[in-house]
């Protein structure tokens, strides 16, 4: 069966500490793997989408990598401002109904 | 408009109502999709249109489940005589184009509570 977990469920740092979270995948035919960022009572945004193995890409204090059978989020001395529910979703196949998003991770960033 | 809005904000239904949920795209995007998040989970799929065709529609949980997007714009996602179970966030996604796995851009969700 196909499917996407994230891990940890939650996630509590203090500012500053750096760490990572983690998306595995068991998926035939990758298409793309993508990050979302999720804020209490808004829609998912995007972040980032990775295509193939060895990928990365950087955005502020975050940066995403991708292997054949998982992606990290890393978060380099995360503020409060970057807590929130990270989503990660795996496009596979050829439909655009194919997209599969994990559970998410809540990071809390404490000052 | 600037981003993907839905309407209402939140719904408060009686069990067997029925209720209409509103999806307006960013202008001009192409491919238009919904999406039902249960608390504490991630979204999952229901259905997509690609202009005003309903190309999948695999992830509707029940006929009582329909959806439409007459013009290729605004899309309504209607659910016959609710239940308990069909209390969620339900979220609507547009992106510019047809093309599988582009990323897209949510709205804030309408928040249904079936009693």
């Known amino acids: 069966e196909d499917q996407v977990t994230q891990s940890p469920e939650a996630l509590r740092l203090q500012e500053g500490e750096s760490s990572s979270l983690n998306c595995s995948y068991t998926?035939?035919?990758?298409?793309?793997l993508f990050w979302y960022r999720q804020d209490p009572g808004k829609g998912p945004e995007f972040l980032f989408t990775?295509?193939?193995a060895g990928e990365e890409k950087e955005k502020e204090r975050l940066k995403a990598t991708l292997t054949k059978k998982e992606s990290f989020l890393h978060i380099t001395a995360p503020k409060p401002e970057d807590s929130a529910t990270y989503l990660c979703a795996v496009h596979y196949g050829g439909s655009q109904g194919n997209l599969i998003f994990g559970k998410g991770t809540k990071l809390s960033v404490k000052p | 408009g600037a981003g993907v809005s839905q309407s209402p904000r939140y719904k408060v239904a009686k069990r067997g109502q029925d209720v209409a949920l509103r999806c307006d795209p960013i202008?001009?995007?192409?491919?238009l999709f919904w999406y039902q998040q249960a608390l504490g989970q991630g979204p999952e799929f229901l259905t997509y249109f690609q202009n005003e065709a309903q190309l999948d529609k695999s992830g509707l949980p029940s006929d009582r489940f329909f959806a439409e997007r007459p013009e290729g714009s605004v899309s309504t996602l209607k659910i016959q005589r609710t239940q308990q179970e069909d209390s969620a966030v339900y979220l609507c996604?547009?992106?510019?184009?047809?093309?599988?796995?582009?990323?897209?851009?949510f709205g804030s969700g309408t928040q249904l509570s079936v009693l």
């Open positions: 202008s001009g995007h192409v491919s």
């Open positions: 998926v035939s035919g990758l298409r793309g």
């Open positions: 990775l295509y193939s």
């Open positions: 996604a547009s992106s510019s184009s047809g093309q599988p796995g582009e990323k897209l851009f």
